[in-house]
């Protein structure tokens, strides 16, 4: 994520992998709810977006990988929801012990 304008990984399909771990993140709920594969899509996503925002050429590529269905921006939704709801939980948590 150093160079989000080399081209190696794209060229190595990067965008194709992010988009089936999304993909499995959308069909296999058990899946996700293992370990800490809850964050996986939204780091997928993360890569996906760091790839896009600079460069045209690598955004066409992306939708044409399709990490730009409907199902994909709904669990990229639901994924971003869920890590800011555990981000904020964390911080309460370390709020209570600081303060009690």
């Not at 669990?75 to 964390?90: E, Q």
Request: proline letters at 4%.
């Amino acid at each position: 994520m150093a160079y989000p304008n080399d081209p190696e990984f794209v060229e190595l399909g990067v965008f194709e992998c992010m988009a089936q771990l999304i993909w499995k993140g959308i069909q296999n709920p058990h899946w996700l709810a293992q370990d800490q594969n809850i964050y996986i899509p939204y780091y997928a996503a993360h890569i996906i977006g760091s790839y896009t925002m600079n460069m045209e050429t690598f955004a066409e590529e992306a939708v044409r990988a399709g990490t730009t269905t409907d199902g994909m921006k709904s669990i990229v939704c639901i994924s971003i929801f869920f890590f800011f709801f555990l981000f904020a939980y964390r911080i309460v948590v370390v709020f209570a012990h600081a303060y009690l």
